[in-house]
Nanobody, 110 residues
């Protein structure tokens, strides 16, 4: 399984972002997929996850301002976040089953 993430970069406080992750080498539609993030000096934490048949769950810190979606035909998962804060600065990782993408840096700063 290979995962290629895109998006991220520098975002102003209050702004929004969209991350995408393309998966290859997996059926995908039966996989649990998700986004995690790791801020400097902190542990990796859940941002959002979708399990087939169970819907989406969100981390408490992003709940209400994030949306995770999946496209089983294109084998991609996406994450949209708005009302970004400095605390959202982190490396964001996509995950499919137990496979991790390389991470993409999101920096929220003016």
């Amino acid at each position: 399984v290979q995962l290629q993430a895109s998006g991220g970069g520098l975002v102003q406080p209050g702004g929004s972002l969209r991350l995408s992750c393309k998966a290859t080498g997996t059926n995908f539609r039966l996989d649990t997929v998700g986004w995690y993030r790791q801020a400097p000096g902190k542990q990796r934490e859940l941002v959002a996850e979708i399990t087939p048949g169970r819907g989406a769950i969100y981390g408490d810190s992003v709940k209400g301002r994030s949306t995770i979606t999946r496209d089983n035909v294109r084998r991609t998962l996406s994450l949209e976040m708005n009302s970004l804060k400095a605390e959202d600065t982190a490396v964001y990782y996509c995950k499919v089953r137990n496979f991790w993408g390389r991470g993409t840096l999101v920096t929220v700063s003016s």
